[in-house]
Every structure is written in structure tokens, then in C-alpha cells.
């Protein structure tokens, strides 16, 4: 169990920071863009689960987020730490995770009309939230990508955060339909 009993260090004022395991890296290092965008994401789902909970009757979604956020924090432990540094019981996200978003994506689109053009982002202000927050998972997904493409990655990241964006784009046409919201068709240059 992480304690922290005070937030700042001053470590980091020199532009550095440290990995779960200890090393010393530049702030700017893939690895720390990588699971920096994926703290950003958990981020944006805070602020789409709190209009979603101010909303109403949607608490199966929040309790989703939540999970979700639960499940970014393990990425994030995941991505904090170098192989040599892998610890049975380090956190990470499981193949169980990629399947239970599948899952959940397909009782959401049960209910949701066909799509017979590409919607913009909106659809009302939660809606647009998760919008925004899709968007931030496919650049935490392309960091992710990078950092793949620069050393090896144990477990399912990349997937994981590839399904999540799936997840947030279905979830906002969800909650669109649900508050009667209006989907925008774009018009493909017209």
C-alpha cells in the first residue's frame, strides 16, 4: 500500500523524477509521457463521472468510471515500473479488464440507433465530456504506442486503452440517447 505522508519532495524541480523502482529520469521521457497521459485521462473521467452523477439515473455509469479510473491507476503502476523492477503483485491491467469493457460496450450499443455517418463530438455537456475524454485516452494510447516502440511492454496497455476509447466513444452516445441530446452527423465537407 503507497503511504504518502507529504506531496511535495522537491526532487522534480531539476526536471526529473523517479520510477516506482527507484531510477532517475527526465520528466520529458517517453515513459513519463506515457503514464502522464493516462493520469490526464483519469483526470477527465473525475470531471464526465461527476456531471454523470449530478445527472441522475446513470449510477451504473459512474460506478463504471469509477472502476475504470481504479483500472488507470493499475496502468499507471504498470507503466511506473521497469520489467527488472516487476513485482508479483505490481499492479497491472488484465486481458479480464479488455473483456468486461467489450461487454459493457455492447449492452450500451444494444440500445443505440445504427450509425450511418461520423457524429462530431457533442451531444450535450456530458456527452462532450467523455468526447473529450476519448480523446485523451487515444493520445495516452499513441504515448503508450511509443514508448512500446522504443523498449518492450509486459501485459495489455496498449489494448486496454484502445478498448477504453471504444468504451468513452459508445458511452457518450449512450448518455446522448438517454437525455434525448442530439447527435451532429458530420456532413463530409457540405
Not at 470531471?47 to 454523470?52: D, L
Not at 468526447?131 to 514508448?147: F, P
Request: hydrophobic fraction near 40%.
Amino acid at each position: 500500500m503507497v503511504r504518502i505522508t507529504r506531496v511535495y519532495t522537491r526532487s522534480g524541480d531539476q526536471g526529473y523524477t523517479h520510477l516506482a523502482g527507484g531510477q532517475k529520469v527526465g520528466k520529458s521521457a517517453q515513459r513519463i509521457e506515457a503514464y502522464g497521459s493516462v493520469d490526464e485521462l483519469n483526470a477527465f473521467l473525475g470531471w464526465a463521472a461527476e456531471a454523470i452523477r449530478e445527472a441522475g439515473p446513470f449510477q451504473t455509469m459512474v460506478q463504471q468510471i469509477r472502476r475504470i479510473q481504479q483500472e488507470l491507476f493499475d496502468l499507471g503502476a504498470q507503466l511506473a515500473v521497469l520489467a527488472e523492477d516487476r513485482r508479483e503483485n505490481t499492479p497491472a491491467v488484465s486481458s479480464a479488464a479488455i473483456q468486461r469493457l467489450e461487454k459493457e460496450i455492447d449492452q450500451m450499443n444494444e440500445s443505440l440507433p445504427s450509425l450511418t455517418s461520423f457524429i462530431l463530438p457533442g451531444g450535450g455537456e456530458i456527452a462532450a465530456r467523455l468526447h473529450m475524454a476519448r480523446t485523451v485516452c487515444r493520445r495516452a494510447e499513441r504515448e503508450v504506442v511509443r514508448l512500446s516502440e522504443q523498449e518492450p511492454l509486459e501485459g495489455k496497455a496498449i489494448a486496454y486503452l484502445n478498448r477504453l476509447s471504444d468504451w468513452l466513444f459508445v458511452a457518450a452516445r449512450y448518455i446522448t440517447c438517454r437525455l434525448r441530446e442530439e447527435e451532429i452527423l458530420w456532413k463530409g465537407g457540405k
